[in-house]
Structures are given as structure tokens and as C-alpha cells.
């Protein structure tokens, strides 16, 4: 397997706060629409979506913390 280089890129780094700003953006419009949501099928997928969002952000979390050692 392929090892991952030591640093980051300027490129790379934009592209991870890109995400990071993704996430944070989601996450604010699930918590808004689930205050108004009254449907509990949309309710449902509006919490999974914010378990999903919330989950990919740890997982990025953990990528770049396992670089760190």
C-alpha cells in the first residue's frame, strides 16, 4: 500500500477546509429544517442526514489527526 505523504498541500488544505465548510453549512440548514419539520418521515431522514454529515466530519477529523503521528 501506498503511504501518505507527511504534509499537505496548499491545494489539499483548501480542499479539506472546503469540506469542513460543507459539513458545517449542512448541518446548520438540518438543524434549522428539523425546528420546523413536523413530519416524522422527513423528521427521520433529516436526523439521518445530520448522523451522516456529522459522521463524515469525524471521519475526516481522524484522517487528518492519523497523519499527525
Given amino acids: 500500500m501506498a ?3 507527511k504534509m499537505i498541500s496548499t491545494k ?4 479539506i477546509e472546503d469540506m469542513f ?5 449542512t448541518l446548520k440548514k438540518v438543524a434549522h429544517y428539523l ?4 413530519d416524522e418521515n422527513l423528521c427521520n431522514l433529516l436526523e439521518n442526514t445530520r448522523d451522516i454529515v456529522e459522521n463524515n466530519a469525524c471521519k475526516l477529523i481522524k484522517l487528518l489527526e492519523s497523519g499527525v503521528k
Fill in 3 to 5: 503511504s501518505w505523504p
Fill in 12 to 15: 489539499d488544505l483548501s480542499y
Fill in 21 to 25: 465548510k460543507w459539513n458545517d453549512t
Fill in 35 to 38: 425546528d420546523m419539520c413536523e
